[in-house]
C-alpha cells in the first residue's frame, strides 16, 4: 500500500526546494562563527580525601572522556568552565555514587567544530591508545551530518565503526551518544527550513537509538529539553531564545549547566547499575 502521508511531505519537499536552499544559503552568510572557548581541556580531580569515610574501592579513578562536535566543544560559552565539561566536571566532584566509587577523577576532551560522526570515527583512530581504559565516553555527534549530505546508510555505518573502535581501541565500559538536539527550535533556522531540518535530525536520532540498542554497553541519552525549560522557568512560561547562544544555533551557558545535571544522572545510574552487579 502507499504511504500517502510520505508522499505528501516528500513531494512538499520538493515544492519548498529553493526555499530551503535560500534559507540555508542566508543562515551560513549571516550567521554569527562563535569560536571554541578557551581553557582546560583534560585534568584530574581528588574527588575523595581520607576522612571522608568511604571505602577503599573509591581509590579507583574514574576515566572519562568527551568526544563530538562544536556543542562538546562548549561553542557558545566564553570559557571552558561555562561550556559542558567546565558544568560538568563540578557537578560530578559532588555526586554521592562517584564519589563513594571512585578516588579521582580523570577527563579529556577531544570535540571539534564541524565534526561530523566521520571526522570524530577518524580522529578516535588516529588518538593514541589510553594508558587506562575508558571508564565512561560520552559522544556529541549529529548536527554536522544532519546539515550535511549524509546518507542514512553512512550514518547507521559510521556510528557503528565509532562503536566498534571505542570498545576494541580504548575498552569504553560505557559509551554514551547523546541524544541530537531539537534543531527544530534553534533560532536561527527560520520556518519551513526548520522543520525539514528537524525531520532530518529526527530520523538520524531514530538511527542512533536502534544501534545503541542493539550493543551491550552503549547507552542513548534523550536530552529532555522540556524539563531544561520547565526548570528555568519555575512554572512560567519562558523564551527559549534563552537556552542558545547569540548565534541562535549552539547552547548557551545556561543550557550547557541544565544538560550536565541531566548528563551527571544518566552516568550515575549506569555506574552505579554497574558497581552493583560487579559487587554480587
Not at 512538499?12 to 581553557?39: F, M, S
Not at 577503599?56 to 565539561?85: C, F, H, I, P, R
Not at 577523577?105 to 560522526?117: D, I
Not at 534563552?242 to 541562535?248: I, P
Amino acid at each position: 500500500m502507499v504511504d500517502t502521508n510520505k508522499l505528501t511531505s516528500i513531494a512538499k519537499d520538493v515544492l519548498l526546494a529553493p526555499v530551503y536552499l535560500y534559507q540555508g544559503r542566508k543562515i551560513k552568510r549571516e550567521t554569527v562563527r562563535l569560536p571554541e572557548p578557551n581553557g582546560e581541556r583534560h585534568g584530574m580531580v581528588e574527588l575523595s580525601k581520607a576522612d571522608d569515610g568511604v571505602s577503599s574501592k573509591s581509590q579507583e579513578t574514574l576515566n572519562l572522556m568527551v568526544v563530538g562536535d562544536s556543542a562538546a566543544a562548549g561553542v557558545g560559552s566564553q570559557t571552558q568552565q561555562e561550556a559542558l565539561v567546565g558544568k560538568l566536571i563540578p557537578i560530578l566532584e559532588q555526586n554521592a555514587v562517584i564519589r563513594s566509587n571512585f578516588g579521582q577523577l580523570n577527563w579529556s576532551l577531544q570535540a571539534t567544530t564541524g565534526h561530523t560522526s566521520f571526522d570524530i570515527l577518524r580522529r578516535l583512530y588516529v588518538f593514541p591508545i589510553p594508558d587506562q581504559p575508558i571508564d565512561v565516553m560520552l559522544l556529541s555527534v549529529g548536527v554536522n551530518d544532519t546539515t550535511s549530505n549524509v546518507s542514512v546508510h553512512q550514518w547507521q555505518q559510521q556510528i557503528e565503526d565509532i562503536i566498534n573502535i571505542a570498545q576494541r581501541k580504548f575498552g569504553v565500559r560505557e559509551l554514551i551518544f547523546l541524544s541530537l538536539p531539537p534543531m527544530a527550535q534553534m533560532p536561527a533556522i527560520p520556518s519551513p527550513l526548520n522543520n525539514f531540518v528537524g525531520a532530518k535530525a529526527s530520523i538520524l536520532d531514530d538511527i542512533l537509538q536502534q544501534v545503541c540498542a542493539a550493543h551491550d554497553g552503549v547507552n542513548y541519552m534523550a536530552t529532555d529539553f522540556a524539563r531544561m525549560i520547565s526548570e528555568h522557568g519555575n512554572g512560567q512560561p519562558i523564551d527559549i531564545a534563552v537556552m542558545f547562544a547569540s548565534d541562535g544555533f549552539h547552547p548557551s551557558s545556561l543550557m550547557y549547566g541544565y544538560w550536565a545535571q541531566q548528563i551527571v544522572e544518566n552516568m550515575t545510574q549506569l555506574l552505579d547499575s554497574s558497581a552493583a552487579q560487579t559487587d554480587c
